[in-house]
């Protein structure tokens, strides 16, 4: 029977990945104001202009959620279903 799911750890490791993937995105955003792939993700996150403090916090405190509510819905759901 394979191992049910750690919902904190995946909690924590998915809103480290969303906060990376973030920063590195606005940072593109910042370097290459052209690029318009980086813009959409950034977008995601906040509505603040790039160039704002707002848009890092937003993307912060959103990458964290959004990273903790998919540990929930997909850590229950599949230790859900691995315990049929």
């Known amino acids: 029977m394979p191992a049910p799911f750690n919902i904190p750890a995946v909690g924590w490791a998915l809103s480290a990945m969303l906060i990376v993937l973030f920063v590195i995105c606005l940072a593109v955003a910042l370097a290459f104001p052209g690029l318009s792939a980086t813009h959409a993700w950034v977008g995601l996150f ?3 202009p790039m160039t704002s403090a707002r848009a890092w916090i937003d993307g912060v405190i959103f990458s964290i959620a959004f990273g903790w509510v998919s ?3 997909l ?3 599949y ?3 691995i315990a049929r």
């Open 71 to 73: 540990a929930a819905v």
């Open 46 to 48: 906040s509505p603040a």
């Open 75 to 77: 850590g229950n759901i």
């Open 79 to 81: 230790n859900r279903l």
